[in-house]
């Protein structure tokens, strides 16, 4: 991940702390776009999370997907809103990884 980037992440982070080893978090899928989780934000329910095709990347801040998972324990999706691809309990995503 750029340089430049990491600092805004840490930045905008409420932590201060940004994982540079960054994997994709969407299921296997047919799009170009990845996502990676690099940080918790401050308002809640929002994290800044790293979106990459190819080399160019951007910084998102995206709402937590609200969806839970059927069952008595439900299960919260550890996704972004409207995410595309199935919810994180329906299947293990193939990890890819942001390579700099």
């Known amino acids: 991940m750029p340089l430049s980037l ?12 940004v994982d540079r ?7 296997d899928h047919g799009g170009d776009d990845h996502y990676g989780l690099l940080t918790e934000l401050d308002t809640y329910g929002t994290a800044l999370w790293l979106r990459w095709n190819g080399t160019e990347t951007a910084l998102l801040a995206l709402p937590d997907c609200p969806v839970t998972g059927p069952g008595p324990d439900g299960e919260g999706c550890c ?11 329906q299947h293990a995503p193939e990890l890819t990884s942001y390579a700099s």
């Open 79 to 89: 996704l972004f809103d409207a995410h595309p691809e199935g919810h994180t309990w």
């Open 6 to 17: 990491v600092l805004e992440a840490q930045q905008r982070g409420s932590t201060g702390y």
């Open 21 to 27: 080893a960054i994997q994709c978090r969407l299921s």
